[in-house]
């Protein structure tokens, strides 16, 4: 089974700052990449579908981008709505595997 | 507008049984995939089992094989995860979710959650 790895486990940043957040396979695969964001206390929500597609209504600060083993999503202008935990997701065969989340703080 | 109803969560024993139960609506429900993942206290999300628009098709995370049956009920619009010889390590929150077509997809609704607590 390919192992989805996050990268940093937490992070903390302030209003306005450009946030990157990696995620490695532990081996390639098309593209069928997904990033969710689940603030505290709510249930996860896409952001982004096939490595770099935005979802509706998803505010352009959020980008996503990569393919074969490592994507990157990128919040290009952190705002305090934007707290919570991330998470990229490999789709479209078994197993549909999580990466283990980045937390996201404000500084 | 869309929704995923989950319930059957409770307080079990270790090595009993529990069914949960996903009511959907506001799709057409016999178009899409449906899932469960779980989310222990204070972790990560944890993908569990599959099942395809037509019920044809399920699959299981190797953590669960063998001891999670899912099922699907296309004239109720509901979906079943029936879990067997429950451990402590199986309290979370359980999550269904519905794919964002028939195709293996992404998910693109998620329900509330439904508490699953097993403990002596």
């Known amino acids: 089974d390919i192992q989805m790895t996050q990268s940093p486990s937490s992070l903390s940043a302030s209003v306005g700052d450009r946030v990157t957040i990696t995620c490695r396979a532990s081996q390639g695969f098309n593209n069928y990449l997904a990033w969710y964001q689940q603030k505290p206390g709510k249930v996860p929500k896409v952001l982004i579908s096939a490595a770099s597609t935005l979802q509706s209504g998803v505010p352009s600060r959020f980008s996503g981008s990569g393919s074969g083993t490592d994507f990157t999503l990128t919040i290009s202008s952190l705002q305090p709505e934007d707290v919570g935990t991330y998470y990229c997701?490999?789709?479209?065969?078994?197993?549909?595997?999580f990466g283990q989340g980045t937390k996201v703080e404000l500084k | 507008q869309v929704q995923l109803v989950e319930s059957g969560g409770g307080v079990v024993q270790p090595g009993t049984s529990l069914r949960l139960s996903c009511a959907g609506s506001?799709?057409?429900?016999?178009?899409?995939?449906i899932h469960w993942v779980r989310q222990a206290p204070g972790k990560g999300l944890e993908w569990l089992a599959v099942?395809?628009?037509?019920?044809?098709?399920?699959y299981y995370a190797d953590s669960v094989k063998g001891r999670f049956t899912i099922s699907r009920d296309n004239s109720k619009n509901t979906v079943y995860l029936q879990m067997y010889s429950l451990r402590a390590e199986d309290t979370a929150v359980y999550y269904c979710?519905?794919?964002?077509?028939?195709?293996?997809?992404?998910?693109?609704?998620w329900g509330q959650g439904t508490l699953v607590t097993v403990s002596s």
């Open positions: 997701q490999k789709y479209n065969s078994v197993p549909w595997t």
């Open positions: 506001g799709f057409t429900f016999n178009n899409h995939g």
């Open positions: 979710a519905k794919e964002w077509t028939n195709a293996d997809d992404y998910f693109d609704y």
């Open positions: 099942i395809s628009y037509n019920g044809n098709s399920k």
